[in-house]
T-cell receptor, first 116, second 113 residues
Framework: GAVVSQHPSRVICKSGTSVKIECRSLDFQATTMFWYRQFPKQSLMLMATSNEGSKATYEQGVEKDKFLINHASLTLSTLTVTSAHPEDSSFYIC????????????FGQGTRLTVV | GNSVTQMEGPVTLSEEAFLTINCTYTATGYPSLFWYVQYPGEGLQLLLKATKADDKGSNKGFEATYRKETTSFHLEKGSVQVSDSAVYFCALKEADSSYKLIFGSGTRLLVRP
Protein backbone atom coordinates (compact mmCIF):
# COMPACT_ATOMS: atom_id res chain seq x y z
CA GLY A 1 0.00 0.00 0.00
CA ALA A 2 0.92 3.65 -0.35
CA VAL A 3 3.26 5.00 2.28
CA VAL A 4 3.12 8.58 1.00
CA SER A 5 -0.28 10.04 0.24
CA GLN A 6 -0.73 13.16 -1.87
CA HIS A 7 -3.98 15.07 -2.18
CA PRO A 8 -5.71 16.11 -4.35
CA SER A 9 -4.85 13.99 -7.36
CA ARG A 10 -6.40 16.49 -9.75
CA VAL A 11 -7.41 20.09 -9.37
CA ILE A 12 -8.69 22.73 -11.73
CA CYS A 13 -8.59 26.33 -10.58
CA LYS A 14 -9.13 29.78 -12.00
CA SER A 15 -6.27 32.17 -12.70
CA GLY A 16 -5.41 34.28 -9.69
CA THR A 17 -6.54 31.79 -7.09
CA SER A 18 -4.34 29.71 -4.79
CA VAL A 19 -4.17 25.94 -4.57
CA LYS A 20 -2.87 23.84 -1.70
CA ILE A 21 -1.43 20.37 -2.23
CA GLU A 22 -0.84 18.05 0.73
CA CYS A 23 1.78 15.35 1.10
CA ARG A 24 1.54 12.94 4.03
CA SER A 25 3.81 10.16 5.17
CA LEU A 26 1.45 7.46 6.39
CA ASP A 27 3.44 5.13 8.61
CA PHE A 28 6.70 6.91 9.22
CA GLN A 29 8.00 10.32 10.20
CA ALA A 30 9.64 12.43 7.55
CA THR A 31 11.76 15.33 8.64
CA THR A 32 12.48 16.03 5.00
CA MET A 33 10.19 15.92 1.98
CA PHE A 34 10.86 16.87 -1.61
CA TRP A 35 8.60 18.58 -4.11
CA TYR A 36 8.98 17.95 -7.84
CA ARG A 37 7.32 19.36 -10.91
CA GLN A 38 6.94 17.62 -14.24
CA PHE A 39 6.13 19.30 -17.51
CA PRO A 40 4.70 17.20 -20.36
CA LYS A 41 7.31 14.88 -21.85
CA GLN A 42 9.99 16.26 -19.54
CA SER A 43 11.83 15.14 -16.44
CA LEU A 44 10.68 15.56 -12.91
CA MET A 45 12.45 18.69 -11.74
CA LEU A 46 13.19 19.22 -8.07
CA MET A 47 11.54 22.41 -6.89
CA ALA A 48 12.34 22.50 -3.19
CA THR A 49 13.30 20.56 -0.11
CA SER A 50 10.78 20.81 2.72
CA ASN A 51 12.28 20.71 6.21
CA GLU A 52 10.17 20.08 9.29
CA GLY A 53 10.32 23.03 11.65
CA SER A 54 12.41 25.25 9.41
CA LYS A 55 12.29 27.06 6.10
CA ALA A 56 12.19 25.17 2.86
CA THR A 57 15.21 25.16 0.56
CA TYR A 58 14.34 26.17 -2.98
CA GLU A 59 16.17 25.18 -6.13
CA GLN A 60 17.57 27.87 -8.36
CA GLY A 61 14.92 29.55 -10.44
CA VAL A 62 11.97 28.52 -8.24
CA GLU A 63 10.06 31.46 -6.78
CA LYS A 64 9.63 30.90 -3.06
CA ASP A 65 6.83 33.47 -2.83
CA LYS A 66 5.00 31.71 -5.62
CA PHE A 67 5.35 28.20 -4.27
CA LEU A 68 4.85 28.33 -0.52
CA ILE A 69 5.96 25.26 1.40
CA ASN A 70 5.00 24.48 4.96
CA HIS A 71 6.23 21.43 6.86
CA ALA A 72 4.40 21.86 10.12
CA SER A 73 4.59 18.29 11.38
CA LEU A 74 6.68 15.19 10.91
CA THR A 75 4.07 13.66 8.63
CA LEU A 76 2.73 16.56 6.58
CA SER A 77 4.16 18.98 4.06
CA THR A 78 2.04 21.33 1.97
CA LEU A 79 2.76 23.15 -1.26
CA THR A 80 0.62 26.19 -2.02
CA VAL A 81 0.67 27.61 -5.52
CA THR A 82 -0.24 31.24 -5.01
CA SER A 83 -1.96 33.45 -7.58
CA ALA A 84 -1.91 30.61 -10.05
CA HIS A 85 -1.53 31.25 -13.77
CA PRO A 86 -1.97 28.91 -16.74
CA GLU A 87 1.80 28.44 -16.98
CA ASP A 88 1.70 26.88 -13.50
CA SER A 89 -0.35 24.02 -14.93
CA SER A 90 1.76 20.95 -14.39
CA PHE A 91 2.12 17.66 -12.53
CA TYR A 92 3.40 18.11 -8.99
CA ILE A 93 4.73 15.18 -7.00
CA CYS A 94 6.19 14.86 -3.54
CA UNK A 95 8.55 12.34 -2.03
CA UNK A 96 9.67 11.46 1.46
CA UNK A 97 12.70 9.35 2.40
CA UNK A 98 12.23 6.79 5.13
CA UNK A 99 15.38 6.54 7.17
CA UNK A 100 16.64 3.60 9.10
CA UNK A 101 18.26 0.40 8.02
CA UNK A 102 16.80 0.66 4.54
CA UNK A 103 16.54 4.11 3.06
CA UNK A 104 14.29 4.75 0.13
CA UNK A 105 12.42 7.73 -1.24
CA UNK A 106 8.69 7.05 -1.43
CA PHE A 107 6.58 9.09 -3.79
CA GLY A 108 3.07 10.38 -3.62
CA GLN A 109 0.58 9.77 -6.41
CA GLY A 110 1.09 13.23 -7.84
CA THR A 111 -1.28 16.16 -8.42
CA ARG A 112 -2.33 17.30 -11.86
CA LEU A 113 -2.94 21.05 -11.63
CA THR A 114 -4.79 22.83 -14.42
CA VAL A 115 -5.16 26.58 -14.23
CA VAL A 116 -7.84 28.03 -16.51
CA GLY B 1 25.89 19.71 -13.56
CA ASN B 2 24.60 16.21 -13.00
CA SER B 3 22.05 14.89 -15.47
CA VAL B 4 20.29 11.79 -16.71
CA THR B 5 19.41 11.04 -20.32
CA GLN B 6 17.09 8.25 -21.30
CA MET B 7 15.64 7.14 -24.57
CA GLU B 8 12.47 8.77 -25.75
CA GLY B 9 9.33 6.78 -25.97
CA PRO B 10 6.90 5.49 -26.43
CA VAL B 11 8.28 2.01 -26.74
CA THR B 12 5.73 -0.44 -28.07
CA LEU B 13 6.37 -4.16 -27.79
CA SER B 14 4.47 -7.38 -28.12
CA GLU B 15 4.07 -9.58 -25.07
CA GLU B 16 7.14 -11.77 -24.37
CA ALA B 17 9.45 -9.48 -26.36
CA PHE B 18 12.83 -8.38 -25.02
CA LEU B 19 13.00 -4.91 -23.52
CA THR B 20 15.87 -2.45 -23.34
CA ILE B 21 15.48 1.14 -22.18
CA ASN B 22 18.72 3.06 -22.41
CA CYS B 23 19.89 5.41 -19.68
CA THR B 24 23.13 7.35 -19.45
CA TYR B 25 24.21 9.80 -16.82
CA THR B 26 26.62 12.63 -16.13
CA ALA B 27 27.80 13.00 -12.57
CA THR B 28 30.79 13.77 -10.43
CA GLY B 29 31.93 11.19 -7.96
CA TYR B 30 30.02 7.98 -7.47
CA PRO B 31 26.26 8.47 -7.58
CA SER B 32 23.64 5.85 -6.81
CA LEU B 33 21.43 4.90 -9.74
CA PHE B 34 17.75 3.99 -9.77
CA TRP B 35 14.92 2.92 -11.98
CA TYR B 36 11.44 4.02 -10.93
CA VAL B 37 8.18 2.89 -12.50
CA GLN B 38 4.91 4.80 -12.65
CA TYR B 39 1.79 2.81 -13.41
CA PRO B 40 -1.27 4.68 -14.67
CA GLY B 41 -2.83 6.80 -11.95
CA GLU B 42 -0.20 5.93 -9.37
CA GLY B 43 2.92 7.48 -7.89
CA LEU B 44 6.47 6.49 -8.68
CA GLN B 45 7.65 3.18 -7.23
CA LEU B 46 11.24 2.10 -6.87
CA LEU B 47 11.90 -0.75 -9.30
CA LEU B 48 15.59 -1.39 -8.70
CA LYS B 49 18.78 0.34 -7.72
CA ALA B 50 22.57 0.06 -7.75
CA THR B 51 24.91 1.95 -5.49
CA LYS B 52 28.35 1.25 -6.94
CA ALA B 53 30.08 0.38 -10.17
CA ASP B 54 29.36 -3.11 -11.57
CA ASP B 55 26.44 -3.61 -9.19
CA LYS B 56 23.41 -5.20 -10.82
CA GLY B 57 19.98 -4.24 -9.57
CA SER B 58 17.13 -6.63 -10.24
CA ASN B 59 13.43 -6.92 -9.45
CA LYS B 60 10.34 -8.47 -11.07
CA GLY B 61 12.45 -9.78 -13.94
CA PHE B 62 13.98 -6.39 -14.67
CA GLU B 63 17.73 -5.87 -14.47
CA ALA B 64 20.17 -2.98 -14.81
CA THR B 65 23.94 -2.91 -14.35
CA TYR B 66 25.86 0.15 -13.14
CA ARG B 67 28.52 0.68 -15.82
CA LYS B 68 30.89 3.42 -14.82
CA GLU B 69 33.08 3.09 -17.92
CA THR B 70 30.13 3.91 -20.16
CA THR B 71 28.19 5.94 -17.55
CA SER B 72 25.14 3.84 -18.27
CA PHE B 73 22.39 2.02 -16.39
CA HIS B 74 20.25 0.41 -19.09
CA LEU B 75 17.05 -1.35 -18.05
CA GLU B 76 16.38 -4.80 -19.48
CA LYS B 77 13.76 -7.50 -19.24
CA GLY B 78 13.82 -10.75 -21.13
CA SER B 79 10.07 -11.18 -21.61
CA VAL B 80 7.68 -8.31 -21.04
CA GLN B 81 4.05 -8.66 -20.01
CA VAL B 82 1.04 -6.46 -20.64
CA SER B 83 1.14 -5.54 -16.95
CA ASP B 84 4.58 -3.96 -17.46
CA SER B 85 2.98 -1.13 -19.42
CA ALA B 86 3.98 2.01 -17.52
CA VAL B 87 6.36 4.95 -17.57
CA TYR B 88 9.91 4.16 -16.50
CA PHE B 89 12.23 6.79 -15.02
CA CYS B 90 15.98 6.53 -14.65
CA ALA B 91 17.39 8.60 -11.80
CA LEU B 92 20.57 9.31 -9.90
CA LYS B 93 21.26 10.36 -6.36
CA GLU B 94 24.38 12.38 -5.78
CA ALA B 95 26.96 10.99 -3.46
CA ASP B 96 25.83 12.79 -0.33
CA SER B 97 23.43 12.10 2.51
CA SER B 98 20.35 13.76 1.06
CA TYR B 99 17.73 12.01 -1.03
CA LYS B 100 17.48 14.54 -3.82
CA LEU B 101 17.03 12.69 -7.08
CA ILE B 102 17.81 13.81 -10.61
CA PHE B 103 15.47 12.18 -13.11
CA GLY B 104 15.51 11.38 -16.77
CA SER B 105 12.52 12.40 -18.86
CA GLY B 106 10.81 9.04 -18.57
CA THR B 107 10.06 6.39 -21.18
CA ARG B 108 6.56 5.12 -21.74
CA LEU B 109 6.32 1.40 -22.41
CA LEU B 110 3.25 -0.10 -24.03
CA VAL B 111 3.04 -3.87 -24.22
CA ARG B 112 0.42 -5.30 -26.55
CA PRO B 113 -1.12 -8.76 -26.04
Amino acid sequence: GAVVSQHPSRVICKSGTSVKIECRSLDFQATTMFWYRQFPKQSLMLMATSNEGSKATYEQGVEKDKFLINHASLTLSTLTVTSAHPEDSSFYICSAPRQGGYTEAFFGQGTRLTVV
Amino acid sequence: GNSVTQMEGPVTLSEEAFLTINCTYTATGYPSLFWYVQYPGEGLQLLLKATKADDKGSNKGFEATYRKETTSFHLEKGSVQVSDSAVYFCALKEADSSYKLIFGSGTRLLVRP
